[in-house]
């Protein structure tokens, strides 16, 4: 069976996943410098390690409303292959997990929603792999970053 790692994070209360490939590295939120005349999506830039990042907030390019709490916010930093080479995070309001799922566990979009929506897939998740407990929570929006990250640059 074809397993595939994600990372399962949140952003208004529902939960998403990227491909775990698509994620250098996961950083606390740290201020970000606005960017001028910028898209709304754009929220600015910040200096990591010496590295100029851009940061997109993903609610707004996914145009979803954030939750209230956001001590928890992180950035996902991508490896730079999946934005056409520059250094790119995006913001999020918490990082829940890594995930293993087989292709069982994933269901496919009608191929006329998965276009508009940027959606590979929906994960389903059986109640033992949340620590046995069953959770209100047990679908999981699989995200084509790289579609999205496309469609902005093209």
């Known amino acids: 069976m074809e397993i ?29 410098t606005p960017v001028p005349r910028a898209p709304p999506h754009i929220a600015g830039i910040i200096n990591l390690r010496g590295e100029i990042t851009n940061i997109i907030d993903l609610a707004t390019l996914l145009n979803v409303q954030t939750g209230a709490e956001t001590e928890n916010r992180k950035i996902i930093v991508l490896v730079p292959e999946a934005a056409n080479g520059s250094n790119t995070g995006i913001i999020v ?28 897939g929906i994960i389903r998740m059986k109640e033992d792999e949340k620590g046995g407990k069953a959770q209100k929570q047990d679908l ?12 902005l640059t093209g």
């Open 4 to 32: 595939t790692d994600v990372v399962e994070f949140g952003i208004g209360g529902t939960h998403y996943a990227l491909d775990i490939l698509l994620a250098r590295e996961i950083v606390e939120m740290i201020p970000i």
């Open 140 to 151: 999981i929006i699989w995200i084509d970053l790289q579609k999205i990250l496309l469609n």
């Open 93 to 120: 309001d918490d990082v829940h997990s890594v995930l293993r799922v087989g292709k069982d566990d994933i269901v496919q979009m009608d191929d006329s929603l998965a276009k508009e929506a940027y959606v590979k």
